[in-house]
């Protein structure tokens, strides 16, 4: 059976998940977490990251974005990558978005609110957390509020790799209790609300909950 290396609360590994959840694919999983690789890990992927997507046959594929090209030629419906050329294209700088501006905006909110007491056994760095909340979010959902306009999706007319690789993160900014202000950027957060009502989405969301409450429980016993 084909197996995915990473954890639930990876944006990375949640895209990959997503995907596998949208086409009804059967798999393991490996949890390896981003705080705990070993040199074992680097030998199927080179760049230390998560996830990994190791097929039947044994071929390591590293990398959500080359993962989610792998599998939407494999498990071809639904199609998740636009057929048009444009919307193909659209799509991909939107997931490239995801991985990296949103990302980076909201990951460390997750990491310093969560991770850092939980994980790392240290206190939260506010300083950084003001930082991204006054400065790096605003500006990253401002830009996707402008580019949903009345849409229901983020590319076209159905769901795709541009929506994935978008709510996976906000998956995050919404785990540590932040949320999307609906005065501020109203079709966003009208997007979130929809995307985590996907039943998809909000199965692996509430899987995580609970993967939460025993950690933190687990860390408070401790």
Known sequence: MPTLHGTPFSP???KVMIALSEK???????????????????AISPLRKIPVWTTDAGDHLPDSSA???YLDRVYPTPQLVPEEP???????????????ALAMAVAPLFIEMLAAPVVLKRAPDQALIDRKLSEEVPRVFGYL?????????????SFSIADIGIISPLCNFRHTGQAIDPARYPRLAD????????????????????????????????
């Open 67 to 69: 993962i989610l090209q």
């Open 86 to 100: 444009l919307a193909a294209a659209q799509a991909l700088f939107l997931e490239e978005y995801g991985d990296t």
């Open 191 to 222: 997007y979130a609300e929809r995307m985590q009502e996907r039943p998809t989405i909000a199965a692996l969301f509430a899987n995580e909950q609970k993967l939460m409450e025993a950690m933190t429980g687990d860390a408070a016993a401790g």
């Open 145 to 157: 509020d402008s580019r949903l306009s009345d849409r229901e999706f983020l590319v076209g007319d």
């Open 24 to 42: 009804g694919v059967t798999y393991d999983q490996v949890p390896v977490s981003h705080f705990e690789l070993t040199d074992e890990f680097e």
């Open 12 to 14: 990375f590994a949640r």
